[in-house]
């Protein structure tokens, strides 16, 4: 493993390595056990998008592995003003030890892995969003202890969070049905990868049909970042696909509940089902910074 630029990179053995990692560094840390594993390296976090979890968590993270972390802001870098992504690849892998970069286009991610020489860590795209995903992966399991057997269900809009949470479901082996409203499936390679997995994988424009039996329920927003525009009309296009009483009546009594954050609450998800199962989506937030640093262990450590 040289990057990580989408879930689909990464196989069940890759999957269950860093969630491994990921667990044994979240003991550390609780139990005050040094784990500085990044002592001299440095990671520079490119944001062309917002940020909460993903910038305090990387930044925390490093500095938690003995490392140091910097903030660049494309509104402050050359790339916000044209020059080419391969140059900056170029130039930033003689200063840095690894890129994390949270952009739009999925491309410009894989041309940064492609010019330059250090390890690139995709933190959200429009395509994906693979380390909520590893952080997901890692709460899942440590609520229900393994994925065999378990049934996964997204309700919402077919975005990066589904199409990674697909691809990450599917391949550590738990069934994943998923409800978007038409005209907002997710993407035709994720839809492709979920053909290798018969029986596996269900979509339907049926939320509580997608819940039936479920273990853990997954939504995200109607309008992520970048569709601030199309708020009013996606509304529309997603009243009903959101996780309610009526979703929750239909999963599994245990049903765990986990959202990427921000929530919109009275959209995607009630206030009264988010507030229930409000530990549960602060302990994924939490696991950011764990599978995070494994990630980073895994990827920088010489
Ligand atoms: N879930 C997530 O990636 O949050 P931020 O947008 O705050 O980083
Ligand atoms: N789908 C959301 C996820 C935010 C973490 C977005 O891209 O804005």
Known sequence: MKHLLKMSDLSNADIIDILNLADQLKY??????????????????????????TRVSFETGMYQLGGNALFLSSR????????????TARVLSRYLDGIMIRTFEQKEVEDLSK???????????????PCQVLADLMTVREYKGQFDGLKMCYIGDGNNMANSLIVGGLTVGMEVAVACPEGYH?????????????????????PV??????????????????QEGEAEIRRKAFAGYQINDAVMAAAKRDAIVQHCLPAH???????????EHAEE???????????????MVKLMKS
């Not at 402050?76 to 140059?87: N, S, T, W």
């Not at 609450?265 to 507030?275: D, G, L, N, Q, S």
Request: charged share 30%.
């Open 186 to 206: 997710p993407d035709k390679t994720v839809l492709d990868f979920a053909k290798n997995y018969e029986g596996k994988f269900t979509l339907t424009d049926k």
């Open 115 to 129: 010019f330059g020489n250090i390890p690139i860590i995709n933190g959200l795209t429009d395509y994906c969003h």
């Open 281 to 295: 989506i602060f302990d994924e937030a939490e696991n950011r910074l764990h599978a995070q640093k494994a990630v």
């Open 265 to 275: 609450r009275e959209e995607e998800i009630t206030a009264k089902v988010f507030e």
């Open 209 to 226: 049909e997608a819940a039936a039996n479920a273990d853990v329920l997954f939504t995200d927003v109607w309008a992520s970042m970048g």
């Open 28 to 53: 550390e840390l609780k139990h005050n056990i040094p784990h500085r594993h990044l002592e001299g390296k440095t990671l520079g976090m490119i944001f062309q998008k917002s940020s909460t979890r």
């Open 76 to 87: 402050d870098l050359q790339i916000g003003r044209g020059e080419p992504v391969q140059d």
